[in-house]
């Protein structure tokens, strides 16, 4: 009773899901039609979190084939087919939804185009969890831009104050604070080819397992408690 409303806004991949395999093999799907040599797991993953059109311009250029029109569209038709080949959630994920829905609204924020995204929630049986979903090719910029996050602090009646963002990238870090939110990085994730060993993230929280979440969510919850 009298509480602020409170927003936990999730980052998808490397933070929820592991999708790594998936848009690596769509990548090289890609380079393989385009007269290129394949890029390692690692290579491609260092490439994944500022969108799909981004990813497919780093591909193509590492693998030395420049910008070829239509690759895009392409990529996506091939990572349609594969979304869900081998893509998990990572391990005490759901534990960690549903810590933060009892003290917050849950939301989901992504730089990955909207419709892969669905069916990746759905696919995966989560779909219902988020009460707003965003996804990198709506009408705000993709992140770190901070204006998607504060939408859905708009929408549910949260302040920067009461909201926190839980991804695992220096990307997530950078939209908590342009906001003015807090933030939790994973260090499970794609943060681990990503990210340096020791991580600043002022004013919040970094977890190496999905199991501590629940914790940092308590912590959260609990600062706000008058």
């Known amino acids: 009773m009298g509480q602020l409303p409170r927003l936990i806004a999730f980052d998808l991949d490397g933070t929820l899901i592991d999708s790594r395999r998936d848009l690596t093999d769509s990548a090289n799907a890609l380079v393989v039609e385009l007269g290129g040599t394949p890029l390692t797991e690692e290579a491609v993953s260092l490439m ?8 497919v311009q780093r591909v193509t250029t590492a693998a030395g084939l420049g910008d070829p029109p239509g690759a895009l569209e392409r990529f996506l038709e091939l990572y349609a087919e594969r979304l869900l080949v081998h893509t998990r959630l990572y391990a005490g994920v759901l534990g960690a939804l549903d810590a933060a829905a009892r003290v917050a609204t849950v939301t989901l924020l992504t730089n990955k185009p909207l419709a892969p995204t669905q069916r990746i929630l ?3 049986g989560i779909g219902d969890r988020f009460a707003h979903i965003t996804g990198g090719d709506g009408r705000f910029p993709r992140k770190p831009d901070p204006a998607s996050l504060q939408e859905q602090m708009r929408l549910v009646g949260a302040d920067p104050s009461t909201t926190l963002l839980v991804g695992d990238s220096a990307i997530d870090r950078d939209t908590a604070a342009r906001a003015g939110a807090r933030c939790c990085l994973v260090l499970y994730g794609f943060s681990r080819i990503t ?3 020791r991580v600043d993230v002022p004013g919040g929280w970094t977890v190496t397992h999905a199991s501590e979440l629940p914790a940092v969510f308590t912590a959260f919850s609990a600062a706000l408690t008058p």
């Open 48 to 55: 994944v979190g500022e969108g799909a059109r981004l990813l």
């Open 122 to 124: 759905e696919g995966l």
């Open 195 to 197: 990210l340096p060993e």
